[in-house]
């Protein structure tokens, strides 16, 4: 089946996390993506642990096959070439390449591709359908723009670690890096709107995706600036302060996700814990009475909760029509039939070594009727189509290929 961005051309001078994470959606969904790092850096960027290789996964490289296991996952469906932005050569054969993309995306800190000369007036004037994606922690605009961001700090900024954790207790960090992930699957959707906006236009246009935003602007769904006015704590742990009861609560041999978000879903939990007798209890079958009564209702499910194993609490509970769940770890995820069947847990391939055993990577997660979606290749090897992307793309003969690399252009 066709992809939804075959024939869309990707330069991607992103690194770290949140740019790669957006330039890996766009391959998924079918874009020719080309990851450009420096000469001194396509050296190093897929050596960094924890690597991944013929003996499975660990933090010291025993092989040189040995790779960085971000750096496989990331750059699925890539292709790798190397380019020193900084020398005139390496800049010209940049807007050569230019002229052949759709898109350049780029989370260098702000400042720095104008000092390059590549910022996105520039590149506007060399092709106007140039579609333009700078991720940075704080935007391309505003006072704290020039401030280096991290996951960690932008949890921090954005509120996230302000709400995260328990009540009473010193704020916490979600347990992956939640804000570059997300301020990449922004950029993959900044660029789809500007690329469908194009398509009316005929012109290209500058998107700016701050991390800070992208996470805050899901983060503030809920009225966190009134939970203190209302007398709750910010910090709520893992329970949902719209709905009673909603929480983990400790079984005979673990944890589950056990509640109820609606009246009927309320009533499958009193079914399911054997409290029929308040089904008619005017206060019990009130959310607002439970939700300024939280303890009272948390401590019924914890309660029963705290005699049965997970497994029993979760069937017993769905079987009713209450919400449940049971806590997946990661040895669970990998063994969800769940994830499989949906294609989401996949073996993570190597470039050299195929697929490798018992390490597993995510899948795409949007899913197409009528079109194909997903990597169609590993990570490739750093330089590795330097050879296609200059002789073939550009026109480069052998002896100027020779002469680049030899400059340390390429």
Not at 61 to 69: A, E, H, K, N
Not at 153 to 165: H, I, K, P, R, W
Not at 206 to 214: K, P, Q
Not at 270 to 294: E, F, P, T, Y
Request: charged share 25%; net charge negative.
């Amino acid at each position: 089946m066709r992809k939804i961005l075959d024939g869309v051309r990707v330069l991607d001078l992103t690194q770290f996390f949140s740019g790669p994470q957006a330039t890996l959606f766009l391959a998924g969904l079918g874009a020719e993506v080309i990851r450009i790092d420096s000469p001194e850096g396509a050296k190093s960027v897929a050596v960094a642990p924890p690597y991944a290789g013929r003996g499975g996964v660990s933090f010291e490289r025993t092989s040189p096959d040995d790779l960085s296991v971000n750096y496989l996952k990331r750059t699925r469906g890539k292709k790798a070439i190397s380019l020193d932005l900084k020398t005139p050569d390496g800049k010209a054969l940049f807007y050569r390449l230019l002229e052949h993309a759709d898109v350049v995306v780029e989370n260098y800190s702000v400042g720095v591709t104008e000092r390059l000369g590549i910022n996105y007036p520039r590149l506007a004037d060399a092709n106007p359908r140039i579609v333009y994606c700078a991720l940075t922690g704080h935007g391309s605009t505003g006072p704290d723009r020039h401030l280096k961001a991290y996951d960690v700090t932008v949890q921090a900024a954005a509120g996230l670690m302000s709400v995260t954790g328990l009540p009473g207790q010193p704020p916490m960090k979600a347990g992956t890096a939640l804000s570059d992930a997300i301020a990449g699957t922004f950029a993959m959707s900044g660029v789809l709107a500007a690329l469908l906006d194009r398509e009316k236009t005929g012109r290209g246009q500058f998107v700016d995706i701050s991390m800070v935003d992208s996470l805050f602007s899901l983060l503030f769904d809920d009225p966190i600036d009134w939970y203190e006015r209302l007398g709750v704590p910010v910090r709520q742990g893992n329970r949902i302060l719209r709905f009673s009861p909603i929480n983990t609560y400790a079984t005979r041999d673990g944890w589950a996700v056990l509640g109820a978000a609606t009246s009927g879903q309320w009533e499958g939990v009193l079914k399911a814990i054997g409290r029929h007798d308040l089904l008619q209890d005017r206060d019990w079958c009130s959310l607002d009475w439970r939700v300024s009564n939280n303890d009272k209702s948390d401590a019924l499910l914890a309660d029963w909760a705290a005699t049965r194993t997970t497994a029993e609490a979760v069937e017993t509970m769905l079987a009713a029509g209450g919400v449940a769940s049971a806590i997946r770890g990661p040895k669970e995820l990998a063994e969800w039939q769940h994830l499989r069947e949906r294609e989401m847990y996949l073996p993570l391939e190597h470039p050299t070594l195929g697929v490798l055993e018992d390490v597993g990577a995510p899948g795409f997660p949007i899913k197409f009727g009528n079109a194909a979606a997903g990597y169609d290749s590993p990570a490739p090897l750093p330089r590795q189509h330097n050879s296609e992307i200059y002789g073939t793309l550009l026109g480069l003969d052998n002896d100027e290929i020779e002469r680049l690399e030899k400059a340390g252009v390429i």
